[in-house]
């Protein structure tokens, strides 16, 4: 259900290549409806790889409690 003027197929090969031809395809559209002003998108993080590691019993959430941060360069005195 394309217009005219977009008669073409895109694919990508992973999602942040997908969200960018995405919201490109979506300026480029707007600009033919007269809109080029238009550019605000909205969006969810959906945590996909999260919620699968749940599911399968992989996910392991690292604990940082007691870690003492790294110093580079001079030593307080």
Not at 35 to 51: C, G, V
Request: no cysteine; proline share 5%.
């Amino acid at each position: 259900m394309a217009p005219s003027k977009m008669s073409k197929v895109f694919y990508g090969m992973s999602g942040s290549d997908a969200s960018e031809t995405q919201a490109k395809l979506v300026w480029y559209y707007n600009n033919l409806r007269g809109k080029p002003t238009k550019k605000k998108i909205i969006f969810r993080i959906h945590k996909a790889m999260e919620l699968l590691e749940r599911a399968i019993g992989t996910f392991k959430r690292t604990s940082v409690e007691g870690a003492r941060p790294t110093l580079h360069g001079a030593k307080p005195t």
